[in-house]
Nanobody
Framework: QLQASGGGLVQAGGSLRLSCAASGRTSSRVVAGWFRQSPGKEREFVAAITWGSGILGYTDSAKDRFTISRDNGKNMVYLQMNSLRPEDTAVYYC????????????????WGQGTQVTVSS
């Protein structure tokens, strides 16, 4: 199971750190990702990290502003979001899948409940 937290209301230019707690067994061949969905839009990839090797990737809009990280000992995945923009407003979901890195949300098997991020201008 995945439990996301850390969302909230922040002004443009501000920061938030999202957390995702994973319960149950994890392995080095797990990929953890963050996705977001705004009203009327499809769920989109934000960032992902492989649990074992720490290989990570970002969507273009998140590069240089967001940082994904994991704490293997605590089974936690984080998304540090800096320089937030109004267009970052969305429900953010953490997700996980066994196997190889991918950005496709349909390939993730496990999803958290989502946490709302609202960025005011």
């Amino acid at each position: 199971q995945l439990q996301a937290s850390g969302g909230g209301l922040v002004q443009a230019g501000g920061s938030l750190r999202l957390s995702c707690a994973a319960s149950g067994r994890t392995s080095s061949r797990v990929v953890a990702g963050w996705f977001r969905q705004s009203p009327g839009k499809e769920r989109e990839f934000v960032a992902a990290i492989t649990w074992g090797s720490g290989i990570l990737g970002y969507t273009d809009s998140a590069k240089d502003r967001f940082t994904i990280s994991r704490d293997n000992g605590k089974n936690m995945v984080y998304l540090q979001m800096n320089s937030l923009r109004p267009e970052d407003t969305a429900v953010y979901y953490c997700a996980a899948k066994p196997g190889d890195y991918t950005r496709a949300p349909d390939e993730y098997d496990y999803w958290g409940q989502g946490t709302q991020v609202t960025v005011s201008s």
